[in-house]
């Protein structure tokens, strides 16, 4: 079972019909980076569970009944009285999304340790979960102890640098868990804003350097890459699709790299090591199919296993 930690907020996403420049209308969506490489887990036909604290209002009862529909296992899911983490989202050329996060006092900050099932064979971390405190530190701890247990650690950072108060205090404690992570996921403009100065490309060899078998770039409509355990770059380009907006797709290719991973039976450190060029073509091909079919609909709303069938 892959276990995936980490928040779940609404987004609040604009009408289509709204004019630059005037106020419209804003659609309530189901989201958050790790609640969506849940989601997209279980509608992909890997088992899954969701490690996070959820408000116990309205909002949170359809993050939770999503959950459920989407297969995932709600056990280690904790409710409070919090209100639900929100999003405002706009929308940019290509249907590209930034975001204005309302997270103060919201029940994601306050997610409790769990001991995880004994069935877990991967962890999976990412984007506000590893930042909001007290929230954050218990989420490390999770990543340092289920590493130290053999269980493979996956982490998206998903960076945004709105919440990031202090960037090199950040990147010190990023690097810090770097020798715990197996799978290394990073969009372009993360693997920009972690480099800085340094040469992006660099960055990523001296990142893999301190630990993690493999690091997937995404780079959007231009494809995914890999650099492998051996050195090697392996790209596969992007899937054509009308772009309704782009919320979710590095999620659902996380998603899709780990549930191929399962798949595969390549769900460890050894296993993703000794993958070929053959293999990760096929696993990043996979991935970048099922996010095309995630930008063609408004807000995060991954495939199912059967419309990526074949």
Not at 195 to 208: P, T, V
Request: aromatic share 6%.
């Amino acid at each position: 079972m892959i276990v995936v930690g980490g928040e779940a907020l609404v987004d609040l996403v604009p009408d289509p019909s709204t004019v630059e420049g005037e106020l419209g209308p804003l659609h309530p969506r189901l989201g958050g980076g790790p609640y969506n490489v849940a989601v997209a887990l279980g509608r992909l036909g890997a088992p899954a569970a969701f490690h996070a604290r959820l408000s116990t209002d309205q909002l949170g009862d359809k993050l939770v009944e999503r959950l459920g529909e989407s297969r995932v296992r709600t056990e280690l899911v904790q409710r409070g009285p919090e209100p639900t983490t929100l999003a405002v989202v706009g929308l940019g050329e290509g249907g590209a999304a930034r975001y204005s996060f309302h997270t103060e006092g919201t029940a994601a900050r306050f997610v409790e340790d769990v001991e995880l099932p004994a069935e877990t064979a991967a962890l999976s971390l990412g984007t506000l979960g590893m930042v909001l405190e007290p929230g954050a530190t218990v989420y490390e701890r999770a990543l340092l102890r289920e590493a130290e247990r053999g269980r493979f650690i996956a982490l998206d950072p998903n960076i945004r640098p709105e919440l990031i108060a202090d960037r090199d205090a950040y990147c010190e404690r990023f690097e810090s868990w770097l020798p715990s992570v197996g799978l290394l996921k990073l969009s372009v403009e993360d693997a920009r804003w972690l480099a800085g100065d340094e040469d992006e490309f660099a960055a990523l060899l001296r990142w893999q350097r301190l630990g993690p078998a493999a690091v997937v770039l995404t780079r959007g409509a231009e494809g995914i890459s890999v650099l492998t355990a051996a050195g090697e770059v392996v790209t596969v380009p992007g899937v054509r699709a009308e772009v309704e907006d782009t919320i979710g797709a590095g999620d659902t290719v996380q998603a899709a790299l780990l549930a191929w991973l399962h798949r595969s039976g390549a769900l460890s450190d050894g296993g993703v090591r000794g993958l070929g060029r053959a293999e990760w073509e096929r696993c990043l091909e996979f991935a970048a199919r099922a996010a095309a079919v995630t930008v063609a609909r408004p807000g995060a709303d991954p495939p199912w296993a059967d419309e990526l069938a074949g």
